[in-house]
């Protein structure tokens, strides 16, 4: 509270040309993969208005247009294991500055290790932002290699066909990933959300912890 009397006299003093837009809303949508991360973002985005930026998707669209570095990510893809962190940050970075004008971002799939966490509060940070909140979902692994299976017959995506590297994704999650969701509750930041249930109810858990931020 304090905190944003704070900002919002200082957004009074630096005036309308700001870098600053403090009423943007900058969410993690966080989990191991097959938590519903995708599929809920896409509805969070609708009654928000937010830019959807998922590294998996922009990766998966390079890899589309057979570019160089849809070629690099490619590789690592296939084991599933992370794309190393400076292209993946640099990729998001151009992202985020092709789109500055949004009322705010959902990162999906985005920051995977703590590296990462530090560079994406550095390019917020370098336009006046935050991040509001890390919003985990939780989904225990049993039930996650089940969906992955289930959403590889039609994903047509490799890495979602095959359980030895569906258990590495999920393994690389609770040794590399996991520690992210410690770095933001440290500054107050991270809540869990009961990820099994109704798309429905997942979607009403997600939407009443991110008006319970405002
Ligand atoms: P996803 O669509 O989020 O499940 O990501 C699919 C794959 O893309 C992952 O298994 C990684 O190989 C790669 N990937 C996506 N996001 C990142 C990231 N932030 N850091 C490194 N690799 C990533």
Redesign the pocket.
């Known amino acids: 509270m304090f905190n944003k009397l704070i900002q919002w006299v200082l957004d009074i003093f630096a005036g309308p040309n700001s870098k600053s837009n403090n009423s943007m809303m900058n969410i993690i949508l966080f989990g191991p ?2 938590s519903g ?2 599929t809920q973002a896409s509805s969070i985005v609708e009654k928000y208005n937010l830019l959807h930026i ?4 922009l ?2 669209y390079e890899i589309g247009n057979s570019t160089e570095l849809g070629l690099l ?1 490619k590789s ?2 296939n ?7 400076d292209v ?1 940050i640099g990729m ?1 970075k151009n992202k985020v500055d092709a789109n500055p004008d949004v009322a705010g971002y959902i990162f ?6 703590v590296y ?1 966490s530090e560079a994406l509060d550095r390019i917020l940070d370098e336009k006046g932002q935050t991040v509001n909140v890390l919003l985990q979902l939780d989904v225990d692994d049993e039930e996650i290699v089940k969906r992955i299976l289930n959403r590889g017959k039609t994903s047509g ?1 490799s ?1 979602d066909n095959d359980e030895s590297i569906i258990r590495n ?1 999920i393994s ?1 999650f609770n040794d590399e990933t996991a520690p992210v969701y410690n770095y933001y509750e440290k500054l107050e930041k991270s809540v869990r959300i009961n990820g099994i249930g109704s798309l429905e109810d997942i979607f009403d858990r997600l939407t009443a912890a991110i008006d319970a931020t405002k």
């Open positions: 993969p097959g991360k995708g998922s590294t998996g998707d990766f998966r990510a690592y893809m084991k599933g294991e992370l794309v190393p962190d993946t998001l999906d799939g985005f920051p995977r290790n990462q995506r890495d994704r690389i």
